[in-house]
């Protein structure tokens, strides 16, 4: 059994997208259950109609809720203890819960978190993680928005976290990682870039294939199983990679409606059109995942319909069943535990 | 008549490439004149084999020919003085050519174009440019990949130096500006993201229309003409936006040759493919602009084909037929004029 809290007032759509989608995932996962937090006059009527959800699922009233247009600060003071967020996430403390979904306002979601469930021992400040899908599968960017200017040891860390997330979602034994980089050669990277390669080589982790500096366009290629960044150049990634895709997938309506023959040509191609959709439905990859925190958080768009909330917790409930948090503490006490040594070795280098 | 300086050694192909793509250029633009620099071994058998180049163009043998791999440092050394790489930059500098381009390393022709041609007065680091094509038509963005960590008064710089481009490219009177940033609330941005964004709104420059913060995503939208960060996070949003395309394009043609349907449904709608590929086609969008030198350099892609080198001389050819330099001279003088008179109305604030 795989217990998920879910912060039902989060997001664009609140309870009436986010019920029918945890619905969506029993269906599916007939060992998830769900606790479901907020207030009892929008989730009510919304649970009553979907009585196969109420078998599974455990309903918490809350009287706040956290407006999406919150900031961080003013959530944390007017929330804590009691809003529908902070007691999603406080379940996976008490152990009611194995991970917590919501759509709520990201920095919200990260206040409380930190606040709430403290980040893992040796890890200073956690990371948010995207599943990013390449042209040979998928690939793990982080960070995407959670620390801004990270120095070379909390690269390393979101390498070590990265890597066990990979570990266990992909099943590969030994991700590779890359950290990445600018190509011009006399400017390459910053500083704290250039110190955490040399750590990780240093480190030469069992549990990590580390690969070097990789470039923007090799996100895509799928070049390395994890690409390691700081938050602000990494949610620009996604972002610009997010605006590109939206962008040509405009252009290919326009291109496809413009002509009598495209239109037809659409008509055969259809099945293609439906699989290269598939491919490129941002919904089916939704949810960036906190890592570094004693407990697992998912924060899910906050526009994102049925079938992406669902993606989100399906993702929590991967999570748990492939065991990151164990695989991640494992490394991270290799790493630590050779740290003194490695240090040793420094020394005796110079 | 413009007059472009060329060196011809540059990129994956050299002149074979670099010379047939100028006659390219030279037949849509009869009043471009060019001074071809190179080995006299490599360039003349292939502008001989080009006699209407020829008549439009001055050849100058040169020694050395700085390689795809050299380090910047290294480039200087051995090339200062003497290579076609520095000798097509000091066409600039002497007045014997308007605007200089090079296919050759990035790392090189910045360290040359800065030695060589300095950087113009009130502009502390030159910033390479991009032009991005957008949902609305085509955006500049810099910095992407010369600075990294610019301070605030270096991205206030940049948008002054990207808003003259725009305005002269363009042709807008205005053009909105926007700093690149992070949309999460609570770490929203790094510290000179913020300071630049005050200083461009207590600027108030008749010559910008500041807009603010946008996020990665809203390059592709178009949501302003000239969108400002520093090096890293630019060069990443850049690689990161090509990589997507290229993805797409892949995904694509799998999806249009899987089936028979879809093979039937490509062939009808072949027409609305080639405007589409036209459309994303990088090639048309080939050549960083280095700002804020004394003078006009454009770094062609390497690997540019025919065309795609033809469209970083037509770029070039643009920025001088349009006046950039001027009108960035004029923009300049206003601020740094109205800069005092900012200082002090800090002060009587406080």
Known sequence: M??????????DHG?????????????????ARFVI??????????????????????????????RMDDKPSQALRQGRWKSSMWKAIEAVKTGDADACISAGNTGALMAMSKFCLRTMADIERPAIAAIWPTIRGE???????????????????????GAAMANALFDIERPTVGLLNVGVEEIKGQEEVKEAGRMLREAALET????????????????????????????????????TARQIAEYLRAAMSRTLMARIGYLFARGAFQRLREKMDVRKINGGVFLGLKGIVIKSHGAADEEGFAAAVELGYEMIRSGVFDKTRATLDLYHARRPMLAVGAVSDA
Not at 2 to 11: F, N, V, W
Not at 15 to 31: G, K, Q, T, W, Y
Request: proline content about 4%; some cysteine; aromatic content about 6%.
């Open 208 to 243: 990590i294939d580390y690969r070097g500096f990789v470039e923007g366009d090799d996100i895509g290629k799928g070049t390395v199983d994890v690409v390691v960044t700081e938050g602000f150049s990494g949610n620009i990634a996604l972002k610009a990679a997010e605006g």
């Open 15 to 31: 309870p009436e997208v986010v019920l029918p989608s945890l619905l969506r995932v029993a269906e599916r996962r007939p060992d």
């Open 139 to 161: 690939s793990i960017v982080l960070d995407v928005g959670a620390t801004i200017g990270a120095d070379a040891q909390q690269l390393v860390d979101f390498a070590i976290l």
């Open 37 to 66: 937090f907020g207030r009892e006059e929008a989730v009510r009527p919304v649970l009553d109609r979907l009585p196969r959800l109420r078998e599974v699922s455990d309903f918490v009233h809350c009287d706040v809720a956290v």
């Open 2 to 11: 795989i217990r998920i809290s879910i912060d039902a007032m989060g997001g």
